[in-house]
């Protein structure tokens, strides 16, 4: 592709991202999160302020030392201060001395943050932004200036948001980035403003787009810069972000190099997208939404009889991607209505040489009625739909073995509430036993610690599974505290997710079997990649 194609990608999930609710990241968390957008060849990774707190100096410490080997780390800070120097503002020099070639300068570009927010003049602002882009230049810096509010600014007063933009670039900015601050701007308003600052530029630097999600309209907003002439798109990898969170850079990213024909990354990187967005959301500890564009877990998901139908015919007739295009999978989801052919196509995902004709896949079909019978459901349980397969097919022999389970609970009222859990289990596995304990966060949560405990010593790579939700549904409401209860385990090792069933009429004993399979299947898996 020309150059006039290719999009400049910047990553800022460890700055902007950071400010999400419920995300907090060690510092091992940032060096895993740099080393995921490396491996998937994002150009430029936004680490954070290197003024503003000890992490963030020693993260620029390591990647100074052991830089990636991709993409290339950037440095975060504002303009000076009003009526300051740069030579005096300890920012800018922590911004010179961050180790990075290349630095994000936040300005502002409304009129009234100008004036309420840094209580300055416009020309003051103007002044501000010049000496910082020009001071940085000459400090041997590329700079990116990102113009705070810009559409806002735009709105209340178009010739002042953009003199402060072009200021930056006629101090020697690389990119002018137009932000959507609050979130607020539609594609139509977005596209017309690129635009003008585009030919207000005349080609003096680049120009790139930086969307919130506020309005649900990110993703349309980026698109709708790019299209307009903007090179540069700064986004989330997770569409982690403050309030309703950053522009999903894996949906833009897909969408503009499989849909658009822009090159965004190397081609052959594009199977590392569903993969990486998964593995960052599991080192933030946060759950992904399955319906994600083209990442989801439901992305390619198929139930309707019609559907399925189509998709096993002419795929493209109900996906607008291949899932292999963005390193995801194909689900059908299976039930007692789901039919023959459904069954067989997911049984082969499994055991790919069986016959249509196998009397497995009849054992199979039987087992499934049956189980659904007693209130198992496989449609949203492709852990334990996989377990059931391979222990009908194939001989079958477990990980483990459990031989004694115990579970305390206690409630104490006074003087503050609290509930303490303890788990004690004895399992057995490959002629060994091992005995563990350990407490938890209510039964369910102590007795996966005490398991992944106990298993750890035969299996260290258990170490790298966590359970990241969990649903209990009411299978017959009438029959009150006495009703049989189905329990869903959604599971993650920061590369596949799976979800395992259970079902019994003692709440502890259906999630224990819904853990146990959720177990079973990360051990197979591991085994099958050793």
Not at 165 to 175: D, F, K, L, N, T
Not at 380 to 392: M, V
Not at 462 to 475: G, H, N, P, Q, S
Request: aromatic share 6%; hydrophobic share 40%; net charge negative.
């Amino acid at each position: 592709m020309d150059e006039g194609r290719t999009i400049e990608l910047l990553d800022t999930t460890l700055r902007d991202g950071a400010q999400s609710e419920g995300v907090s990241f060690s510092l091992q968390d940032k060096i895993a999160v740099v080393e995921v957008l490396d491996r998937l060849g994002v150009p430029l990774i936004e680490a954070g302020n290197p003024g503003s707190n000890p992490k963030d100096e020693e993260l620029f410490r390591i990647v100074r030392d052991a830089p990636p080997k991709s993409s290339s780390i950037v440095a975060f800070g504002a303009t000076r201060r009003p009526d300051a120097t740069c030579d005096s503002d300890p920012q800018m020099s922590a911004l010179a001395d961050a180790g990075t070639s290349v630095v994000t300068l936040v300005g502002k570009a409304w009129g009234m943050h100008i004036r309420e927010i840094l209580r300055t003049t416009p020309d003051e602002n103007e002044r501000m932004i010049r000496e910082s882009v020009a001071w940085l230049v000459a400090h041997g810096k590329r700079v990116i200036f990102d113009a705070e509010h810009f559409f806002f600014g735009w709105k209340d007063d178009r010739a002042l948001a953009m003199r402060m933009a072009a200021a930056a670039a006629e101090a020697g900015a690389s990119v002018v980035c137009l932000c959507e601050t609050n979130g607020g701007a539609f594609p139509e308003e977005v596209a017309e403003a690129t635009r003008a600052m585009i030919d207000r530029l005349c080609g003096r630097c680049a120009v790139g787009i930086h969307a919130h999600d506020d309005s649900g309209l990110a993703v349309a907003n980026t698109i709708a810069a790019v299209r307009a002439g903007a090179t540069h798109v700064q986004g989330t990898l997770c569409g982690f972000g403050e309030r309703c969170g950053n522009a999903n850079l894996a949906t833009v990213l897909a969408n503009l190099q499989l849909k658009l024909g822009y090159a965004c990354i190397a081609p052959e990187r594009m199977s590392l997208l569903t993969p990486s967005v998964r593995h960052i959301a599991a080192i933030a500890n946060v759950v992904l939404p399955g319906g994600l564009p083209y990442v989801g877990r439901r992305a390619f998901a198929h139930k309707g009889g019609m559907h399925m139908d189509g998709v096993r015919k002419v795929a493209s007739s109900f996906e607008h991607v291949t899932p292999e295009s963005v390193g995801n999978t194909r689900r059908f989801l299976v039930s007692e209505q789901a039919g023959r052919s459904a069954v067989i196509d997911r049984i082969r995902a499994v055991v790919p040489e069986i016959d249509r004709d196998d009397p497995g896949v009849d054992e199979v079909v039987r087992r499934l009625k049956e189980r659904e019978k007693e209130g198992y459901q496989y449609e949203g349980a492709d852990g334990s739909f996989e377990l059931l397969i391979r222990k009908t097919i194939r001989p079958y022999k477990p990980f483990f073995a459990l031989e004694r389970l115990r579970i305390l609970g206690e409630i104490t009222v006074m003087p503050a509430h609290s509930v303490n859990t303890s788990a004690m289990i004895k399992v057995t596995a490959d002629g060994h036993t091992e005995i563990s304990a350990a407490e938890g966060e209510g039964p369910v949560n102590a007795l996966d610690n005490a398991l992944r405990k106990a298993l750890g010593h035969f299996y260290p790579r258990i170490r790298e599974m966590r359970l990241t939700d969990f649903k209990v549904r009411i299978i017959d409401a009438d029959a009150a505290t006495a009703a049989t209860v189905r329990v869903l385990i959604e599971s993650t090792d920061g590369h596949r997710i799976w979800t395992t069933v259970g079902v019994s009429y003692d709440i502890i004993e259906a999630s224990w079997l819904a853990l146990v399979d959720s177990v079973e299947n990360k051990l197979i898996h591991d085994s099958m990649e050793s």
